[in-house]
């Protein structure tokens, strides 16, 4: 009988962790995906392959000297990266940098940049969650 | 065993006093440059670049930067309004010609006080005193940019720069 009751509540127990305990990294990543379905009707989820791509992808849109997130980020998402004037940049992965991503407005402050950097552009609702579905993964 | 308590406190005071000295005697040198301490200011400013020391440059500088962040030499560094308000305060009044004035006497030399360089190095003493830095040095993969001054002044972020 006890045991019958232990599955379900174990389910009920760990909906009710993540609801009650979603973070700020959750919560962004929330209203990204509220803003993307609205955006793109055929929306299905953040994928971290695709925000991969987006990461590693040469963009020809920005500045010549950054066509890649990877051009100060570096090819490793756990290292540290560089900026163009020499400074160190903390590594991009959440499970290296913990503090990362926990200020949605330093989150879209460096969107802003760094997307209109690197691609030329605003980055849409769609690339920044999958970007940071992807580094949250790492 | 004796020991000799007396000259050894003695030799502990010489020591701390010296130490004293020579950190005044640096701190007031021509090479120290009081780093950002406003922590809005090192987040802004410090994250693409060194946060540079607001005794660097002429009030008339700060201001003029601060008026188009958004071409911040190329880059796109657009602040809230309120933000930009408190950067511009805090680099005018620490700035080579008002606060950080007993630092940058000599860096301002020669500078024609209607010029407004938005580059320290475009400042006619940066300029001589880096003079006998050959041009492959600073294409170096670790300089790459005038803007790098760690990569030479290994304590440039403490203020340091008599190296």
Same mark, same amino acid.
């Given at each position: 009988?006890c045991r019958k009751l232990a599955i379900p509540l174990c389910i009920v127990a760990t909906i009710l962790s993540t609801s009650l305990?979603?973070?700020?990294?959750?919560?962004?990543?929330?209203?990204?995906? &509220?803003?993307?379905?609205?955006? +793109?009707? !055929?929306?299905?989820?953040?994928?971290?392959? @695709?925000?991969? &791509?987006?990461? &590693?992808?040469?963009?020809?849109?920005?500045?010549p000297d950054t066509p890649a997130c990877t051009a100060c980020h570096g090819e490793n998402p756990r290292g540290a990266g560089r +900026?163009?004037?020499?400074?160190?940049?903390?590594? $991009?992965?959440?499970?290296? !940098?913990?503090?990362?991503? !926990?200020?949605?407005?330093?989150?879209?402050?460096?969107?802003?940049?760094?997307?209109?950097? $690197?691609?030329?552009?605003?980055? &849409?609702?769609?690339?920044?969650?999958?970007?940071?579905?992807? /580094?949250?993964?790492? | /065993?004796?020991?000799p308590y007396r000259p050894l406190a003695l030799g502990l005071v010489a020591l701390a006093f010296s130490a004293v000295v020579l950190? @005044?005697?640096?701190?007031?040198?021509?090479?120290?440059?009081? *780093?950002?301490?406003?922590?809005?200011?090192?987040?802004?400013?410090?994250?693409?670049?060194?946060?540079?020391?607001?005794?660097?440059?002429?009030? @008339?500088?700060?201001? @003029?930067? /601060?008026?188009?962040?958004?071409?911040?030499?190329?880059?796109?560094?657009?602040?809230?309004?309120?933000?930009?308000?408190?950067?511009?305060?805090?680099? $005018?009044?620490?700035?080579?010609?008002?606060?950080?004035?007993?630092?940058?006497?000599?860096?301002?030399?020669?500078?024609?006080?209607?010029?407004?360089?938005?580059?320290?190095?475009?400042? *006619?003493?940066?300029?001589?005193?880096?003079?006998?830095?050959?041009?492959?040095?600073?294409?170096?993969?670790?300089?790459? !940019?005038?803007?790098?001054?760690?990569?030479?002044?290994?304590?440039?972020?403490?203020?340091?720069?008599?190296?």
């Amino acid at each position: 009988m006890c045991r019958k009751l232990a599955i379900p509540l174990c389910i009920v127990a760990t909906i009710l962790s993540t609801s009650l305990f979603a973070g700020p990294r959750e919560d962004l990543l929330t209203q990204y995906a &509220t803003a993307a379905k609205t955006e +793109t009707p !055929t929306f299905s989820g953040f994928s971290a392959a @695709r925000g991969k &791509t987006l990461h &590693t992808h040469k963009f020809a849109g920005g500045k010549p000297d950054t066509p890649a997130c990877t051009a100060c980020h570096g090819e490793n998402p756990r290292g540290a990266g560089r +900026t163009l004037t020499g400074k160190d940049i903390e590594a $991009v992965a959440a499970s290296v !940098t913990p503090k990362r991503y !926990t200020d949605p407005a330093k989150v879209e402050k460096w969107f802003k940049r760094n997307c209109k950097e $690197v691609l030329g552009r605003e980055c &849409t609702v769609l690339e920044k969650g999958d970007w940071l579905s992807y /580094m949250l993964s790492q | /065993m004796n020991i000799p308590y007396r000259p050894l406190a003695l030799g502990l005071v010489a020591l701390a006093f010296s130490a004293v000295v020579l950190q @005044r005697a640096q701190a007031g040198g021509d090479d120290y440059f009081p *780093p950002v301490v406003d922590p809005l200011v090192k987040e802004e400013c410090g994250s693409c670049h060194i946060a540079f020391a607001p005794s660097m440059l002429p009030a @008339r500088s700060w201001q @003029r930067m /601060m008026g188009n962040l958004k071409d911040h030499f190329g880059d796109d560094a657009s602040l809230d309004a309120d933000t930009a308000a408190r950067i511009s305060s805090y680099l $005018v009044t620490n700035a080579a010609d008002t606060g950080g004035k007993r630092y940058s006497s000599k860096l301002l030399r020669g500078l024609a006080p209607n010029r407004a360089p938005l580059r320290i190095t475009e400042l *006619p003493k940066w300029v001589s005193e880096h003079r006998e830095v050959p041009a492959w040095e600073w294409k170096h993969k670790d300089v790459r !940019t005038k803007a790098n001054c760690v990569a030479c002044h290994a304590d440039a972020e403490r203020g340091f720069y008599e190296d």
